[in-house]
């Protein structure tokens, strides 16, 4: 793979290198593997797509558990199919890196978190959120009981105008108090 | 309500404020093509009967055309406010994004093709929209391109912002932006774009400063990637971080920042110090002095653990640097500053990274411990791991699960059982405390056994090997307890139940530092008070004694990791499967990092190289522990909070063990006398004197005074010390009140926010009935609207008896709206049916009505006014014989109710005079209303061919309103005559 480093002109690499969190290494180590995941045919257009199926493949992403959600989210795919462009697979590398400012990261953690869409977390977000992250297992799955008490707690903690769900600046709120966040909402290739 | 509404409109202040500039958007409603043009012919006439009245306003359109837009402003903001948004933008563009609709002129050309004009009207739209969604379905397409527009508008108000940044400072806020990484690229370009544009009229100067920041910033990119090609370790730092996440992998960033601060000190202290000594020896006028390594001594290789012999007489210690012939160069000012700036330094970069990470761990952090959120949004993105991540969701789920039964936990325990915890605190405490003295005596003890036994053999050039061997008693004693007693106290946590882990870790940490100061207190203690006075050269023996410390300390972490995680491990796995595997002790491990260091620290002065052998130390311990933690620990089961411990282990280091490393540097330099027969300060008082005859020696140098100034008046001067100090208090008391008034000022905000989603969720409440009660009413007037497009639900009839005042006026609002659009339109009539909505509706309606009429009136006269209650009417003619007054006769300034009989029969008679072919006035008025009555009718039919029959006026009414009508009609007649 030793051409991947012209395959990128100066321009664009100054251009991604200005536009992002990445320094000159990660932007050619990106580049690298990404065009690994691409077909043969495809390695010299600019915006060719990789399916979600195989970005999910990388080591980085193969055991996290939103690795479809973030897929989806920096997606800028029509068919909103979680396939990712080089541009969008640095922007998934940038607001994940060490770098990115605490507003980035917990603006991205919001749309991951937000499951339908709709901008705000509401109750059936939040469900799916602890799901994600207990596993869907039957031994390790709260009990309805339990969801219910730890949705009303959250809830409790974080919907500071009592509307019912958490909106993103309650979210950034909760996520500026909780200093492990940074360091934790980190993927490095 | 009544009160509000005069407000609005008789009070000009209200009229020219800023803030309602929204409202101007209301002039573009008469671009706009009524779609209802030929709807309702009786409602025409009613109006046409009205408008009569109204139109005796020849002038003075232009004055309530103005009026009349910014009486929608409350209209407007009403709308607003309520609207759920459809998505989220930034706090800053929402409010500017509004302003930016009337700024269009200075923002850049977009792709839309729609004119300002429908812009401004689809904002209202859909906002009206917004507000009764359930409305005409094909306004949906319609709210689109708004919601479209409004992003154009947001992203123009974003350019604009941008563009008044620096260059740097812009694209720093191009990447902060959270958007794609397409629209960040379409920003720069419509930003360059702007640029270049501007940047044509200023040539060279701005070239130059654009190429020379352009150089600047591909420094700074340079910089930034070869700062990461030489960052340490990053492979290793990902694995261990991929397997056990970030907690433990404070460990290793801890190791790794604890080894550059070596690798400085060394370099510092070999370039400064060393290097000088050496190139000194290797000319050929050697000075016997120097290097005296004597003939006996040989190197028999204990050396290395010991650190005395053959080492004794090379660079290694205190000892063997001289200030004696070394030409050109001053030792002791090089050995004096290297150390104290290198501490400094120190000091100033602990400090430094102390209030960052407290800043942003600990002073926003939750005090909550166990919260839900705490949990849920600490997930571990960098785990790759399958098995991990498959061990981090069971303990999260464990963790999740312990956080809900915790409350219930807490409230079970009974007296007797809280007794018997703190009873076992208490016996723990005092346990650990007691076993911290205790060792710390024994040490003392040892160490005065090892100075009698190491005396009785004065020549060290002699010792045999056995005597070698007994300086290495303390150092293993000190090691050995330092790894046994804190596996010791681990055990303390099965008995103990702290209520959460957090305390648990906390109380070991404690203990821990306790029994690390306590030793190296005593050791420190011994080396400052009894050693100098046996020894010829005491701070190489000191510098030995820290030597055999860190290497011993060095061998006993080994040894530590190989029973501490290896061992434990194989018990474990193979002999009791119920222990499990182990987990890595960060707290410990760490807390053993920072006791290594402070030995180095302290040895700075009696041994300059032991950076040296602190960075050995510290690059294979990270391999070791890098091993031993791959291959026997596993994933720790708390995902604990990393950063606030990593921030008590930056504290931890700077608070006792630095500051006491540096304390105990500063009595040795200031207070204590430098052996006479070694060291670059013997013959000094003590070591800072070298400053002093530096001082003296300056006062030959001619220009060099204000540097004797400086030094006498203040470094030595108490007066300055005091007060330094006393301002530092100063400055620490307000900025302690600050952050005081911060706190109470955070606590009100929260509240504000609370009660504001409380009114939020009222208003919206309020707002949700009213839609429910609007359709049903509405449905009527629906059917006959037809195909309506931009306003569904706005004509709603005044029947609404239930709803309460506010809702009455928001609906009054919207109609008058409706009708304005109507009005100036096409100039049809509205039907309103408000004959049975209550007084105050009707007053309300009529009046703006009323007003509407008036500004219509000059240009379109087909309008007759609808019958109204007796006050509105009543307050419409007022309005319109004070215009008249006011804009054809001056004369008739009587604005009373009586006086305006008189004024309409003058009127007439004006007209008689002036036209000659209308009836005469009767000087009843009774008379001159009927006769009124008929004149106007006849007129309108006369002189409006085209018009709609008329509907005559309101049969309900009563005499009064009659006579009132009548007169108005007259004075219409009059205004179309003249």
């Known amino acids: 793979m030793g051409t991947t ?94 770098s990115a400012t605490l507003e980035i990261k917990s603006h991205y953690a919001f749309r991951i978190f937000d499951f339908d869409d709709d901008g705000t977390l509401d109750c059936a977000d939040l469900e799916k959120l602890v799901n994600c992250l207990t596993g869907e297992t039957n031994d390790a799955k709260l009990s309805s009981t339990e969801m219910k008490q730890l949705i009303s707690n959250i809830l409790e903690e974080s919907d500071i105008d009592k509307d019912g769900t958490v909106n993103l600046s309650e979210f950034q709120h909760v996520i500026s108090r909780s200093p492990d966040f940074v360091s934790s909402f980190k993927i490095v290739l | 309500m009544t009160s509000y ?205 654009e190429k020379l920041s352009l150089f600047s910033r591909k420094c700074g990119y340079h910089v930034k990637s070869a700062k990461q090609t030489l960052e340490l370790w990053q492979g290793a730092m990902k694995s261990i971080g991929g397997k056990f996440g970030t907690s433990v992998l404070t460990y290793f960033v801890f190791l790794k920042w604890l080894l550059m601060f070596n690798i400085f000190s060394f370099l510092v202290n070999f370039g400064f110090v060393t290097i000088p000594l050496l190139v000194y020896k290797h000319t050929p006028n050697i000075s016997q002095n120097v290097n005296n390594v004597p003939q006996n001594v040989t190197f028999r290789g204990l050396e290395i653990l010991t650190g005395v012999g053959y080492f004794k007489y090379t ?75 498959k061990q981090r969701r069971n303990n999260l789920c464990v963790q999740l699960k312990e956080s809900l039964s915790e409350t219930a936990q807490q409230e079970r325990l009974t007296v007797s059982e809280k007794l018997k915890h703190y009873g076992i605190h208490f016996g723990c405490w005092l346990l650990s405390t007691s076993l911290a003295f205790g060792c710390a005596a024994g040490i003392y003890f040892l160490c005065k056994y090892e100075h009698k036994v190491l005396l009785q053999t004065t020549n060290t050039a002699n010792w045999s090997l056995l005597d070698e061997a007994k300086t290495l008693l303390v150092p293993f004693v000190v090691s050995l307890i330092n790894l046994v007693i804190p596996l010791f106290y681990s055990l303390f946590n099965k008995f103990e139940h702290y209520s959460t ?73 193979k002999l009791i499967p119920r222990m499990g595997v182990p987990e890595f002790d960060v707290a410990r491990n760490v807390l053993e990092l920072i006791y290594s260091q402070t030995l180095a620290w302290i040895g700075i002065y009696f041994s300059p190289l032991l950076p040296a052998m ?121 900025l302690w009140q600050v952050t005081n008034g911060r706190k109470e000022l955070i606590r009100r905000l929260r509240q504000q926010i609370v009660n504001e989603g409380k009114d939020k969720s009222f208003l919206l409440e309020r707002l949700q009935d009213l839609q429910k009660s609007l359709p049903n009413k509405t449905t009527k007037q629906k059917k006959q609207k037809g195909s309506m497009k931009q306003h569904s639900d706005d004509h709603s009839s005044g029947d609404q008896s239930n709803s309460n005042a506010m809702v009455q006026a928001l609906l009054a609002r919207q109609q008058l709206e409706e009708e304005e659009k109507r009005y100036s339109i096409g100039g049809v009539p509205v039907p309103s049916e408000m004959s049975n909505s209550s007084p105050l509706m009707q007053a309300m309606l009529a009046r703006q009505l009323a007003d509407q009429e008036n500004e219509d009136q ?15 009417q009543a307050m419409a003619a007022r309005n319109r014989v004070e215009d008249e007054e006011n804009n054809q006769y001056d004369v008739f300034n009587r604005s009373s109710a009586v006086t305006q009989a008189m004024q309409a029969r003058r009127r007439a008679e004006d007209t008689d005079d002036d036209m000659g072919d209308l009836p005469h006035p009767v000087s009843n008025v009774m008379m001159q209303v009927m006769q009124a009555r008929q004149q106007a009718q006849e007129d309108d039919r006369i002189q409006w061919m085209t018009a709609p029959p008329q509907n005559p006026g309101p049969s309900g009414s009563s005499a009064l309103i009659q006579a009132m009508l009548a007169r108005q009609e007259a004075q219409n007649e009059y205004d179309d005559g003249y």
Request: a neutral charge; proline letters at 4%.
């Open chain 2, 614 to 734: 602190q960075i050995l130390k510290f690059l294979i311990l990270f391999y070791l522990k890098k091993v031993s933690l791959t291959h026997n620990c596993q994933p720790p089961r708390r995902s604990g909070r990393a950063a606030q411990m990593q921030t008590i282990f930056i504290f931890l280091l700077f608070f006792p063990f630095f500051v006491g490393a540096l304390s105990i540097v500063a009595y040795t330099a200031w207070s204590l006398t430098p052996s006479e027969g070694c060291g670059p300060f013997r013959g000094l008082n003590n070591s800072f004197t070298a400053v002093d005859v530096w001082i003296d020696d300056l006062k030959n140098v001619t220009g060099s005074q204000w540097v004797i100034e400086i030094y006498s008046n203040v470094i030595l001067s108490e007066i300055f010390y005091f007060l330094i100090t006393l301002i530092i208090l100063v400055i620490i008391y307000i």
């Open chain 2, 501 to 573: 882990h957090r305390k648990q870790i906390y109380a070991l940490l404690i203990r821990n530092v306790f029994l690390k100061m306590s030793i190296l207190s005593v050791l420190c203690y011994y080396w400052m008070n009894k050693v100098p006075a046996k020894d010829p050269c005491w701070e190489s023996t000191v510098g030995q004694s820290l030597y055999r410390l860190v290497l011993f300390d060095f061998l006993f972490l080994m040894l530590g990791s190989f029973f501490g995680e290896f061992l434990s491990n194989v018990i474990g796995t």
């Open chain 2, 858 to 872: 000059y240009p379109m006269r087909d309008e007759n006014p609808s019958s109204s209650s007796a006050l509105a």
């Open chain 1, 5 to 98: 480093a012209s395959q990128l002109s100066k321009e664009s690499l100054s251009e991604y290198q200005e536009l992002t969190f990445l320094t000159k290494q990660e932007i050619l180590l990106a580049h690298k593997r990404f065009t690994e995941l691409l077909e043969k045919h495809e390695k010299d257009q600019i915006d060719a797509r990789v399916s979600m199926g195989k970005i999910i493949t990388l080591p980085e992403l193969k055991s996290n558990p939103f690795k479809e959600r973030i897929c989806q989210v920096f997606s800028t795919s029509e068919q909103k199919d979680g396939s990712l462009t080089f541009e969008d697979f640095l922007d998934l590398l940038s607001a994940f890196s060490d």
């Open chain 2, 5 to 209: 509404r005069n407000g609005g409109f008789f009070n000009p202040a209200y009229h020219d404020t800023e803030t309602l500039e929204i409202d101007r958007r209301a002039s573009s409603k008469t671009h706009h093509t009524n779609p209802y043009d030929n709807q309702d012919p009786t409602w025409w006439g009613d109006r046409a009967s009205n408008d009569d009245a109204i139109g005796r306003v020849p002038q003075g359109g232009w004055q309530e055309e103005s009026w009349r837009g910014r009486e929608n402003i409350p209209m407007d903001a009403i709308s607003i406010r309520p609207r759920s948004p459809p998505r989220h933008h930034g706090p800053n563009h929402s409010i500017s994004g509004m302003d930016s609709e009337y700024n269009q002129s200075r923002s850049i050309p977009l792709p839309s093709s729609s004119g300002n004009m429908t812009m401004r009207w689809r904002g209202i739209a859909m906002r009206r929209m917004s507000m009764f969604p359930d409305a005409d379905h094909t306004q949906t397409a319609f709210t689109e391109d708004a919601i479209w527009n409004e992003m154009q508008n947001e992203q123009q108000n974003l350019l604009e912002e941008l563009a008044a940044l620096s260059t740097r400072d812009r694209i720093k806020a191009i990447r902060d932006l959270p958007m794609s990484f397409k629209e960040k690229k379409h920003i720069r370009k419509e930003l360059e774009l702007q640029s270049s544009r501007k940047s044509r009229q200023f040539t060279c100067l701005a070239d130059c400063s």
């Open chain 2, 315 to 389: 660079v290694m210690y205190y000892g063997s640097y001289s200030n004696g012939a070394l030409v050109g160069y001053n030792m002791q000012l090089a050995y004096f500053f290297t150390i104290a700036v290198y501490m400094v330094l120190c000091g100033i970069s602990l400090i430094y990274s102390m209030s960052v990470n407290f800043k942003n761990n600990y002073v926003l952090a939750d005090s909550a411990s166990n919260s839900a959120w705490q949990l849920l949004c600490t997930w571990d993105f960098s785990v790759t791991n399958e098995k991990a991540v």
